[in-house]
């Protein structure tokens, strides 16, 4: 398929609209164009993935090859089956795929948020909860999963952070999206595997007309201004016969929806540039750009400064000024266009990091080509797959339990008779048999050879290789090893079987550190009121669960993701411990249960503190003087007699009857 047949072609506009639309907002034509040369020129690494995910997931005799016969393009598959053959497979990268999924998963990662200045360690636990909490609150395990095989199938990979009202949720909070491959577009001349040099990067989306009304109309001609350019789009749904199968993502055009009743709307980020000053401030440290119009207030607050410097008696060159000096300024800018240009919205960033709020990563990404994990053993995969189609047509094709029989040997006895007994459960044939004949001359029954001993040896090798290159064999795997395996040279092979894989999961680390870098910015600019979060659990203070906006806003925070401790084999490591600690009486019994992972632990604890509460009470009313208890004995007796009841203190009750 040439691949110039997938560039999008422009729509027109709806001749019903055509003469409504008006350019309020204005347009940016070349800009819509460069975001679809963009998408355009990602065919080829699309066509890999959807390959690679065809192997890993689908049908993997799906490439197209030449029909020898009629000259037209036909899968393997029905190739295949017009040779009179069966197309198999053995589904070999499934399981990889399966394997380093679940290895991704009992892989138990934390998020830790620290400050630079040690004075406020407090703030760094702070956030650390917070961000923990809006991990819980976008199930991002799920996501990073998902987003595992896109990048082992893609080569790259995108999330997308927002913050907002969230209608699923029903809750306004930071939300991590991810983006489908299909519908993302960049510049594709990158090379820095972290994606620092990124100049453009967007999404297309598909809405519907009210969802697009909702976002972007801010009043009733807003709304109008929208419908001149969607138009009414009261178009007929598209129906589905391959429903969930794709179809959107395999069919993907940037201008047009697959769905006819849905809008589409591009977001397109850019690095743009001015001419500008560096400014620093040498009174606060504080720095940043102004534009070239602006300078004049610079001018202005250093002429101030100097007058009452001077004023006061200091030295010119001692005063503290505004030094700045001519410089560009780089800046993140974002744009919602419609497939014709008109901008429904567009500002620079408005985030504190000044940056797009995308992630993206490639890997691997050498000399500036991106490459994906499945592809690597793709050829494993079809000659294993080539192997068995082979062996099943040789044995389709030999003899099995071919019966050659003599009829000279048989009297009066027709082949459909010598067939009936012979099948017959405890059937006997009578025959006759020449002098110097053996019987097994007469009845003989060939088992061709299903295939050549060559053709196994290749379908193991193949399945040994298809293993060696991927990584996950099986030691990774959990096989039950050969008899006679030491169980440190099993550990070890275990050890060296997950070298293959380190690479993966050290850069789809580097992927998860900087997203969550970019989300607790987020938390950090838009978390704005105080809360309390109970989410946290045992390993953070009381006082770090109370998020303070006012602290954390201010702070410098760095991130670091380290190895989680809620795994099954940690628990049960620190509960030994807690208990070894408690046998040797060095701990009492609620610090053991206070830092328990124990499912019951919570429940012990909660009734040894009721109880000391009840036996604090007891002391308290044991305690009141005999004067005062009188007298409310004289005023209330049936309160104190309840009292003494709920206290259990039998002593007093000769003070109520002296004061009956």
Known sequence: MNK???RSVKPKRDDRTKEAVHSTRGTAYDELEEFASYWSSLYTARKKMERSLMYAKEDQWGDYVKDPDTGEAITEGELIKKQGKVPLKNNMIAPITKNIEGQFRSNVTKTICSVRDRDEAKIGEMMSIALEYCQSLNELTELDAANLMVLECGGFIAQRIEYGYNEYKHMNDAWVYNVDPSRLFFNTNIEDPRGWDLTCIGEIFDMDFEAVVAAFAKSK???????????????????????????????????????????RVILGWKLESRDAYFYHDTLDGSWGFVGVNEINKIEYINQQRLSEALSTGVQEEDVLLIEYEFKIERYWYYRYLSPWGDVLQEGRSPYWHGQHNYIFHAYPIIHGKIFNFIEDFIDQQRSINRTMTLIDFIRSSSAKGLIIVDEDAFDNTSREEIVDEYVRYNGVLFCRLKPGKDIRSVITQLNGAGAIQGDYELLNLQLKLINDISGVNSAMQGKQPSSGTAASLYAQQVENASMNL??????????????????????????????????????????SKYYNPEKVQGAQLDLELTEGTNTPTFQMLENEFLMKLFEMQAIDIKTM????????????????????????????????????????????????NKMMNDANASPQDGIIQKAA
């Open 221 to 263: 001609k807003d709304r109008e201004w929208l419908e001149s350019i969607y138009g009414t789009h009261n178009y007929p749904k598209r129906q589905y016969v391959d429903g969930a199968q794709g179809f959107n993502q395999k069919n993907a055009d940037f201008y047009t929806p697959a769905d006819t009743d849905l809008c």
């Open 593 to 640: 249960l206070e830092n328990s992972s124990l499912p019951f632990a919570s429940k012990i604890l909660e009734s040894i503190k009721r109880t000391e509460a009840e036996m604090q009470e007891t002391q308290n009313i044991s305690q009141v003087d005999p004067a005062i208890m009188q007298q409310m004995a004289q005023q209330n007796p049936q309160l104190v």
């Open 502 to 543: 380190k690479g993966l999961f050290d850069s789809f680390k580097s992927f998860r550190k900087r997203r969550d870098l970019k989300l607790m910015q987020t938390i950090q600019q838009y978390y704005n009121s105080p809360r309390y979060i109970e989410l946290a659990g045992k390993e953070y203070s009381e006082e």
């Open 4 to 6: 110039f047949l997938n």
